[in-house]
């Protein structure tokens, strides 16, 4: 194995962790449900996600000295305020939408946003390829599989609200594509975060969300694991990682975070899931999949010309 397989086995290595850490992270997040209130957690976990994210951020602007590095911290601020906007709506309908729902659950119908993502896009004028057409024919059939036991009436009001926040997922996904190459992501993620806290501390007031303190001691370890595991590590281990990671495994492995969420609830929460759930996941899996292979082909042709 020469030095660039070394360094790619290594780098999808670490794709593959962080997404086991983003996975594990619903665990996280369906706990600490028990113990505080949604806009709470996010107001905590957004704050110490934005706080951990500094010291790399004062590496990075020491290290470089061209390009985005050099933006004053002040040209974050707007862009932090839009992206933060949206990513607070997604994070939050996702976060309530888990006081009714299964962590498993909830991460199969977040990792929706793969597919929702090139569909809402035609909106930007991107184009749109059959093979995401059949992803996202194959996602409705899986989601279906999955929240629907009989009729309609059957869905769950968890699934439904962490379903709205996906859309906000995948249109958050588009404004940051359209935002990174313009300035330093890093810095961009911690100012969005940062706003993310503010609004969540904001709507947690008015929803009389309680700030006891045996109730944050019960949601430490999940805050704390929101906080720093889910966004400090796992979004550090991912900026380094894309460096050098096969760019059509990227996407792959960063789409097993659903698996784990599914895994995390069974081992941890001991969530039980039928054989129709599993059916669902595994079709819902397949249509996320689908959806990329238009992006995973494109980056094998990139690969095989250099």
């Known amino acids: 194995m020469n030095q660039y397989q070394t360094a790619t086995t290594r780098s999808n290595l670490m794709m593959l962790l962080t997404a086991v ?8 997040q369906r706990i600490s449900m028990d113990y505080i209130g949604p806009f709470l957690f996010n107001g905590i976990r957004f704050a110490l996600g934005s706080l951990s994210l500094i010291p790399l951020i004062m590496w990075q602007r020491k290290r470089m000295n061209q390009g985005y590095a050099i933006l004053p911290l002040r040209s974050y601020l707007w862009p932090g305020i839009v992206a933060g906007s949206i990513l607070f709506l997604g994070a939050s309908f996702q976060q309530v939408g888990m006081v009714y729902t299964d962590a498993g659950k909830a991460g199969f119908i977040t990792g ?23 992803g996202v024919l194959l996602a409705v059939v899986g989601l279906y599989l999955l929240s629907v036991a009989g009729s309609l009436s059957d869905i769950v009001m968890g699934d439904v609200l962490v379903l709205v926040g996906a859309f906000f997922w995948a249109n958050h996904v588009l404004v940051i594509a359209r935002l990174s190459p313009k300035m330093d992501p890093i810095t961009l993620s911690a100012a969005q975060f940062a706003v993310v806290s503010v609004y969540s501390f904001i709507a947690s007031t008015f929803n009389n969300e309680s700030y006891a303190l045996s109730g944050l001691v019960g949601a430490l370890w999940p805050i704390l694991y929101g906080g720093f595991m889910s966004v400090g590590v796992a979004y550090t281990l991912q900026v380094v990682a894309q460096k050098t990671a096969h ?9 097993m975070e659903t698996v784990f969420a599914a895994i995390g609830g069974w081992l941890i929460l001991n969530e039980q899931f ?8 595994l079709v819902m899996f397949a249509g996320i999949i689908t959806a990329q292979l238009p992006e995973i082909r494109a980056a094998l042709k990139k690969s095989t010309k250099r």
């Open 247 to 255: 760019p059509a495994y990227v996407s792959i492995l960063l789409s």
């Open 112 to 134: 929706l946003y793969v597919v929702l993502v090139p569909v809402i896009g035609i909106l930007w004028g991107h184009k749109t390829s059959v093979a995401v057409w059949i």
């Open 274 to 281: 039928t054989t129709r759930v599993v059916v669902g996941c």
């Open 21 to 28: 850490i983003w996975g594990l992270a619903f665990v996280a």
